[in-house]
C-alpha cells in the first residue's frame, strides 16, 4: 500500500492517491474514486512509478516473482 497527499498551488493538502492491491484510487474532498486497475505485476510497477515517483529496480523486480503478493502475469 502507499500513500501520497496531493497539494493545491498554495501547497495545501486537497487529497490523497491510494495504491492499493491491484488498484490506484483518489480521495479528494472525501470521494473515492478508482483511477487505475493493474492486471499485471508490470502495470503495477508502473503506477508506482507514475503516481508517486518510485522506481523499481530490475533486481527488486525480479524479487517480487511467486510472492503471494505477485500480479501474474508479467515475464522479468
Not at 501547497?11 to 478508482?34: C, F, M, W
Amino acid at each position: 500500500m502507499c500513500v501520497k497527499v496531493l497539494l493545491n498551488d498554495e501547497q495545501q493538502p486537497i487529497g490523497q492517491v491510494i495504491l492499493h492491491n491491484a488498484e490506484s484510487r483518489t480521495k479528494i474532498d472525501g470521494k473515492l474514486e478508482l483511477v487505475e486497475v493493474f492486471k499485471k505485476e508490470e502495470d503495477r510497477v508502473a503506477g508506482l512509478q507514475k503516481w508517486f515517483g518510485i522506481r523499481i529496480s530490475e533486481q527488486d523486480k525480479k524479487e517480487i516473482v511467486d510472492l503471494p503478493t505477485e500480479l501474474r502475469g508479467w515475464n522479468v
